[in-house]
T-cell receptor
Framework: QKEVEQNSGPLSVPEGAIASLNCTYSDRGSQSFFWYRQYSGKSPELIMSIYSNGDKEDGRFTAQLNKASQYVSLLIRDSQPSDSATYLCAVNSNDYKLSFGAGTTVTVRA | DTEVTQTPKHLVMGMTNKKSLKCEQHMGHRAMYWYKQKAKKPPELMFVYSYEKLSINESVPSRFSPECPNSSLLNLHLHALQPEDSALYLC????????????FGPGTRLTVT
């Protein structure tokens, strides 16, 4: 059973702080890792993709991947109220399907 | 441009109705997907089309019937749905069906009465 697990939320952070979201996956053959942001009532929006070990930065977002530990994380620096959303971790293995975590809801307090 | 469009945005249908959801992308993507999402749950894969051929059917009931008329269009035909089928239906596309970035459309909010 391929599983993706995310740290349970909700996660509440003050404006300007760093929000840290974690995700573990069970399929060691997984090759591609994605973070989606989903606002309430809207569809998921791809914000980060990462394929190799290490860090990948895009603006205020940093994705970190450690395949040996089967762990992927997302850091949101200088959190803004507009970052309040549910963040979905998604993992893709050889069978062409995305496996999603349950999501972590982030609330940024002004 | 990473836009996937879906119509209609909202749909209310009775259990005896037949309706269709439409999805379109002009990014040259060769893989298209239908997902179903219930409130506070992650998207759940229904179908995958790769190069206009159905490659994955996640044991979806036959009252949902997908169709891919060409590489840019994806339809989902609905017939004799149940109230528990009420959900947000999401279309997505990716460059290929290999592990690749998937881009979602805005979704169709379906209510079955």
């Amino acid at each position: 059973q391929k599983e993706v697990e995310q740290n349970s939320g909700p996660l509440s952070v003050p404006e300007g702080a760093i929000a840290s979201l974690n995700c573990t996956y069970s399929d060691r053959g997984s090759q591609s890792f994605f973070w989606y942001r989903q606002y309430s009532g809207k569809s998921p929006e791809l914000i980060m993709s990462i394929y190799s070990n290490g860090d990948k930065e895009d603006g205020r977002f940093t994705a970190q991947l450690n395949k040996a530990s089967q762990y992927v994380s997302l850091l949101i620096r200088d959190s803004q109220p507009s970052d309040s959303a549910t963040y979905l971790c998604a993992v893709n293995s050889n069978d062409y399907k995305l496996s999603f975590g349950a999501g972590t809801t982030v609330t940024v307090r002004a | 441009d990473t836009e996937v469009t879906q119509t209609p945005k909202h749909l209310v249908m009775g259990m005896t109705n037949k309706k269709s959801l439409k999805c379109e992308q002009h990014m040259g993507h060769r893989a298209m997907y239908w997902y179903k999402q219930k409130a506070k749950k992650p998207p759940e894969l229904m179908f995958v089309y790769s190069y206009e051929k159905l490659s994955i059917n996640e044991s979806v009931p036959s009252r949902f019937s997908p169709e891919c008329p060409n590489s840019s269009l994806l339809n989902l035909h609905l017939h004799a749905l149940q109230p528990e089928d009420s959900a947000l239906y999401l279309c997505a596309s990716s460059l290929s069906a290999k592990p690749d970035e998937q881009y979602f459309g805005p979704g169709t909010r379906l209510t079955v009465t």
